[in-house]
């Protein structure tokens, strides 16, 4: 399992935390993996989920630490979403 994957689940969990998140969203990170978030949690995982959110490292990186907008990311197409637009609005909340 990639480090990479193991911090950006930390990292996740830690925003996780204080929100309100009752979906299934999946990270899809190229050239690394994916990582699954509920609401009990983020993990390295690549199960199914409502709403999958893809990027590559440095974008998905720069979304956890808070230098680039979701929304921006995805409208510069930087990053795709394929599934629930909705639960990709939620996403995005929790991780502004």
Known sequence: MSEFLEQAAA???SKLSAADFDGVAKFA???????????EG?????????????????????IL?????PTSAFM???LSVDGDMGMAMK???VLA
């Open 91 to 93: 996403l995005a909340a």
């Open 29 to 39: 990170i190229a050239d690394e993996g994916s990582i699954v978030m509920t609401s």
């Open 11 to 13: 990292e996740l969990n």
């Open 42 to 62: 983020a993990r390295v995982s690549d199960d199914d989920a409502d709403v999958t959110l893809s990027a590559d490292a440095d974008t998905f990186r720069a």
């Open 76 to 78: 510069s197409g930087k």
């Open 65 to 69: 630490e808070g230098d680039m907008n």
